[in-house]
């Protein structure tokens, strides 16, 4: 079951040059996001009933923007050579096949406290609030100026965040979670790679109650680092329920830290 990264469809590719194809695969997107929420309700800030009113158009956008990779996990093989299609092509190869899961991977994000992820707040507020059009490269420059102005001790480091985490039932039990989770990490380190900083931070947040999911982040390297209490959106109840109710947020944090070896960088520590 391959993890492929979907190509951001920028404001020009979806609004010009290919627009049929790109709703097409915003619509998918859309569909599987929705289906989440009603399999899942419990295991996400966001509802079906405040998402099922967002116009394609915010799917689209969402889909466009630089601060986001979004990956699915397919039911079959794509072409090896897929890395090498234009985007055309890539749309119609992600569309072709069925999803078993998907992941976004949000950053990198400057850490300067303004604007923290937060189960109150919508994280991709927090991945476009800062440059959303610089490339990867001006952004690094950016911040690692702002680290020398204030004579940081602490290594130049992107801050990344997982988010829509969702695997289908009939797919679970097969590793899709962790292998999707694994394909964002290694997405992170090479951006982090490309713009030569020293390391990066990945967060994601998941109810304290979902245990299922803690376990599986914590086999991926994560560690809680904070909890966070917070009332999810407004949304109808599932089975046992009583009513909305104050839910407990976990923050979960790994780090990689890169450091130079002989002239070469290497990964050197993983952890916190």
């Known amino acids: 079951m391959p993890i492929i990264p979907l190509p951001s469809l920028t404001p020009e590719v979806a609004d010009t040059e290919i627009t049929p194809e790109a709703h097409q695969l915003a619509r998918k997107w859309r569909q599987f996001r929705l289906q989440a929420l009603r399999t899942a309700p419990e295991a996400f800030a966001a509802t079906y009933e ?10 689209v956008e969402r889909l466009s923007t630089s601060k986001a990779t979004h990956f699915v996990a397919a039911n079959r093989t794509v072409p090896a050579e897929y890395d090498t299609y234009g985007v055309l092509e890539k749309i119609q190869a992600a569309i072709e096949c069925e999803w078993q899961g998907v992941i976004v991977l949000l950053g990198p994000m400057a850490e300067d406290g303004s604007t923290l992820i937060t ?9 476009t609030a800062s440059d959303h059009a610089a490339s990867i490269e001006a952004f690094a420059l950016q911040l690692l100026k702002g680290m020398q102005e204030a004579e940081s001790q602490q290594p130049g480091c992107f801050h990344f965040h997982l988010n829509a985490i969702f695997v289908l039932p009939s797919a679970r039990g097969q590793g899709v979670g962790l292998r999707l989770i694994r394909a964002a990490l290694a997405e992170a380190e090479k951006l982090c790679s490309m713009a030569r900083v020293k390391g990066c931070k990945v967060t994601i947040l998941v109810d304290e109650e979902n245990l299922g999911a803690k376990k599986l982040y914590a086999r991926a390297g994560f560690v809680a680092v904070g909890t966070e209490v917070y009332v999810q959106q407004a949304r109808g109840l599932v089975k046992g329920e009583e009513g909305r109710r104050e839910r407990v947020a976990v923050l979960m944090e790994r780090v990689v830290v890169v ?14």
């Open 50 to 59: 405040i998402e099922s009113q967002r116009p394609l158009s915010s799917t």
């Open 119 to 127: 189960a109150k707040r919508d994280p991709f507020t927090k991945a």
């Open 259 to 272: 450091e130079k070896v002989g002239g070469e960088r290497e990964r050197e520590v993983e952890g916190v």
